[in-house]
């Protein structure tokens, strides 16, 4: 019913940036929240950032000033621009979106396939 497709992952040195984007798909009516989680290497999946439908944003930690969140509602798209990448930013980055299909079932989590980023020199 839904897909979400991430793309612009890849190999980047140290210092360098990348831009992720996410297409949703499908039969939607509306689209809440869309976020975007990594996972590392043998570590759990973790949230990266929010934004919500109006725009509202908020960033982990380790990202905040270095990655900015941002989606084209018209669109169902999400976009992550990450600047000033570390090594320890290497990880499959994974779209994740609330989407309403059926106004009977309510908002569903939907999940991409993920797009990896390794950051090395």
């Known amino acids: 019913q839904v897909q979400l497709v991430e793309s612009g992952g890849g190999l980047v040195q140290p210092g360098g940036s990348l831009r992720l984007s996410c297409a949703a798909s499908?039969?939607?009516?509306?689209?809440?929240?869309m976020d975007w989680y990594r996972q590392a290497p043998g570590k759990q999946r973790e949230l990266v950032a929010i934004?919500?439908?109006?725009?509202?944003?908020q960033y982990a930690d380790p990202v905040k000033g270095r990655f900015t969140i941002s989606r084209d509602n018209a669109k169902s798209s999400v976009y992550l621009q990450m600047n000033s990448l570390r090594p320890e930013d290497t990880a499959v980055y994974y779209c994740?979106?609330?989407?309403?299909?059926?106004?009977?079932?309510?908002?569903?989590?939907?999940w991409g396939q993920g797009t990896p980023v390794t950051v090395s020199s």
């Open positions: 499908g039969s939607i009516v509306s689209i809440k929240n």
């Open positions: 934004i919500t439908r109006g725009g509202s944003t």
């Open positions: 994740n979106a609330d989407v309403l299909v059926d106004v009977r079932w309510g908002y569903q989590d939907y």
